[in-house]
């Protein structure tokens, strides 16, 4: 018996489906949910993102509006856009894509964008009401969407041993503290570059989240059989492909497994259509 795969791009057409009516309901009192996003520099990989978030955006019926910047944007000149968009009403939702010009601190532009606008759940009000245990407000997406698909896949979260692998703040300590809020109550250990013997906590684990960027770490020896493994990873190979995190092996002793792609990523943007819904009605 091989896995379960985890289809997040079905997941994330069902959640559009409900964001749709949403969008519509709010549209009926004169509010068009918008969602403006910052990009500088030309990075193959940024702009194949954000032409995604577009058409999700077109799908649910979001208004998108793409802010252009040049590769050499100073961190001053990214900051004025932000303060521009934090005063525009008509605007609800404000992303600046990574990576970030050089010179350019991704923790001061996240801090700079207004905490009510913050639909990538970065801005440290929002992440210390989540450490607060208050998750009512809008979250890291990536994290949203591998919770939602743990929670659609009937795996067990109540009291189940969780190793999340990689602590960014993106990604790995959020979703740390997102297993572990009241409701889900899992009991979460985070591995880390000076981890000793990674492997033995993950054959432990009943829920792994793989988050490093390092394709293919995870193997099959170090997966508890049954367990649910999300890989978050994605990194670019040598003949132009891509790998997750996760090797393919694991597919033979875990429960369930989410692809690279088709998988986590999906969803991401599928939280990103939520937040900006859920900032629009809450303008």
């Given at each position: 018996m091989g896995a379960v795969v985890v289809d997040g791009k079905a997941l994330a057409l069902g959640l559009e489906e409900g964001l749709r009516e949403r969008v519509e309901a709010l549209k009926q009192n004169e509010i068009v949910p918008h969602l403006a996003v910052v990009i500088a520099g030309d990075d193959p990989a940024s702009h194949v993102y954000v032409r995604n978030k577009q058409r999700a955006c077109e799908r649910c019926g979001i208004l998108s509006t793409r802010i252009d910047l040049p590769s050499n944007a100073t961190q001053e000149s990214v900051l004025e856009v932000v303060a521009n968009l934090n005063s525009d009403s008509s605007v609800h939702g404000i992303l600046v894509q990574s990576p970030v010009p050089e010179g350019v601190a991704e923790l001061v532009i996240a801090s700079a964008i207004s905490p009510e606008k913050d639909v990538d759940g970065f801005h440290p009000t929002n992440l210390g009401r989540l450490v607060q245990g208050d998750a009512?407000?809008?979250?890291?997406?990536?994290?949203?969407?591998?919770?939602?698909?743990?929670?659609?896949?009937?795996?067990r979260l109540s009291g189940a041993k969780a190793v999340v692998l990689g602590r960014s703040r993106i990604v790995g300590m959020p979703m740390a503290l997102m297993l572990a809020q009241r409701g889900v109550d899992a009991t979460v250990t985070i591995v880390?570059?000076?981890?000793?013997?990674?492997?033995?906590l993950c054959r432990e684990a009943d829920i792994v989240v793989a988050a490093i960027g390092r394709p293919h770490t995870v193997k099959e020896d170090w997966?508890?059989?049954?367990a649910f493994v999300a890989d978050v990873g994605i990194s670019r190979t040598g003949d132009g492909g891509i790998a997750g995190d996760v090797d393919p092996g694991v597919s033979e002793v875990a429960g369930w497994l989410t692809p690279v792609p088709g998988g986590v990523g999906p969803m991401t943007i599928a939280m990103l259509m939520m937040n900006t819904v859920r900032a629009a009605e809450s303008s």
């Open positions: 009512s407000g809008l979250l890291p997406c990536t994290p949203s969407g591998v919770l939602m698909m743990l929670e659609q896949s009937g795996a880390h570059s000076r981890t000793e013997d990674a492997p033995a997966i508890k059989s049954g």
